[in-house]
């Protein structure tokens, strides 16, 4: 499962003059209203004009096809370009149009150049995606290590599927020493973060477990959690 951004960005303590705050402004009041013609024309100009920020949004609205037909092609160009001034949500909403082939071809490899971009500024997503593409060895070569490491970025930032994943991971073996223990801890963490299926995993990993070992178990997900994902294992 991949994961997409659709997060309209506020953020204007970078945007290059208080004029364009405020036409940013304008934009994101009247987005936010619904009225998306009006916040299209608002950031046009901006992103045209080379803002980053506005230029990820007109990408938005492109994708989604708000205030404006949906083009995935427009969509494309607008997340290139916040992308290549370092934008790590357009970085990550770019590589999933390549793993996708939205607007482009599909290109594994170019997917995984553009989610590394934004897994190393800490988008958790692309963490996440990242993590999947060297699992299935998708544009990289298949490696559970490299795998293990950026579900383990994404599952220390809260992500419950890369918990759930971490989980998987440590249950069969791949990229890890074989763990019921550490696989039971992550199941029940991610189950905790609103994991469907997690719980039903964990509860698999029991039954093969001895009493202490899932109180062992137990006790570690409580540590990870409370510490605030700083202090998860032995």
Same mark, same amino acid.
Not at 19 to 35: E, R, S, T
Not at 53 to 62: K, T
Not at 90 to 104: C, E, K, P, T
């Given at each position: ?37 009006? $916040? ?9 004009a ?22 995935y ?32 071809p ?19 997503d692309?963490?996440y ?38 989980? $998987? ?51 570690? $997900? ?13």
């Open positions: 499962m991949f994961k997409h951004l659709t997060v309209i960005l506020a953020f204007v303590m970078t945007l290059s003059s208080p004029v364009v705050a405020q036409d940013f402004q304008k934009g994101l009041a009247a987005y936010n209203a619904g009225d998306y013609a009006t $916040a299209l024309q608002e950031w046009t100009p901006l992103a045209e080379g803002d980053a920020f506005a230029e990820y949004n007109v990408g938005i609205m492109y994708y989604h096809g708000q205030g404006v037909s949906q083009d092609a427009e969509a494309i160009k607008w997340y290139r370009l916040a992308a290549e001034q370092g934008k790590g949500n357009a970085q990550y909403n770019l590589g999933l149009m390549y793993n996708n082939g939205d607007g482009v599909q290109d594994f490899k170019e997917a995984v150049k553009w989610y590394r971009l934004a897994a190393e500024q800490g988008d958790a692309a963490q995606n990242l993590g999947n593409m060297h699992l299935s060895g998708k544009g990289v070569p298949q490696d559970y290590k490299a795998a293990v490491k950026w579900y383990r970025l994404a599952a220390e930032q809260g992500d419950a599927d890369a918990q759930s994943n971490l989980g $998987a991971m440590y249950e069969y073996g791949y990229g890890v020493l074989q763990d019921n223990t550490m696989a039971h801890m992550w199941y029940n963490i991610a189950s905790a973060n609103g994991h469907e299926k997690a719980g039903g995993y964990r509860d698999e990993r029991a039954g093969l477990m001895t009493s202490a070992d899932i109180s062992k178990a137990q006790a570690m $997900a409580r540590e990870c959690m409370s510490s605030g994902y700083t202090k998860c294992g032995y």
